[in-house]
């Protein structure tokens, strides 16, 4: 026990110690957006889940923080209503009749389909050691990466696909104390995203309020191929 308690003070020695030896600043890079319309969806490939929970909200929030008149429905309950059974994939939600029924029972006009927000650092040099304090110099290049695809319910077809990317310098210099510049590059390529989706929506839709939907899509795992089975000679 007296082990323990004493690992845990260092523990929080050495947080206290981390903390106070650091200078965070933060900052939001330009998010850069590309769209397409037209676009040929392969919908056999997808399934319409609402998995990655924390995304979803997130970006949510930010299509609201964007159009304060667009109400975003709840995910669990436009699944059950889309979904009355345990077909979940893309090619049932494009469905005509899958479209009139939530808009009938949520009085939703637009689903947004969220793909996984892509986060990746290249050019790193450098580096930086933790010893009581910090020593060394590193910078990179953070990249973030959004997708979107926005279903139109009214005609139930897709309305367009959008991607936003966000790429922003990161450095951090110490000599004990660690100056650190770091870009937020996810949250900036989702708001770039939330604001050329509300756009796209905007540009289609009527004045005033709006309900619309987001969920995640995921791309289905296809199933191995069956082994070679030699049966020999016949």
Wanted: hydrophobic share 45%; aromatic share 6%; charged share 25%.
């Amino acid at each position: 026990m007296r082990t323990n308690t004493l690992a845990r003070g260092l523990t929080v020695l050495a947080a206290t110690v981390l903390a106070a030896a650091c200078v965070i600043i933060p900052y939001k890079p330009k998010a850069e957006v590309v769209e397409q319309r037209d676009l040929a969806v392969d919908s056999t490939a997808f399934v319409v889940t609402i998995a990655p929970r924390q995304m979803i909200e997130e970006f949510s929030e930010a299509i609201e923080d964007e159009d304060d008149a667009i109400k975003v429905v709840p995910p669990q309950e436009f699944l059950d209503v889309a979904f009355e059974d345990a077909d979940a994939s893309l090619t049932k939600m494009l469905e005509p009749a899958t479209c009139a029924r939530v808009r009938e029972r949520l009085g939703t006009d637009y689903l947004v389909l969220i793909g996984e927000v892509s986060e990746y650092k290249t050019d790193e040099h450098g580096g930086m050691v933790f010893y009581m304090g910090f020593v060394g110099a590193e910078t990179s290049n953070e990249h973030a990466t959004a997708v979107a695809t926005v279903i139109d319910l009214v005609n139930a077809k897709p309305l367009a696909e959008v991607s936003s990317h966000a790429q922003g310098r990161s450095s951090g210099v110490g000599a004990f104390y660690g100056l650190f510049i770091v870009p937020m590059t996810g949250s900036s390529a989702r708001d770039g995203l939330a604001r050329a989706v509300v756009a796209d929506i905007r540009a289609q839709s009527a004045p005033g309020k709006l309900r619309i939907a987001v969920l995640a899509a995921e791309r289905v795992t296809p199933p191995p191929p069956p082994p070679d089975i030699d049966v020999g000679p016949r």
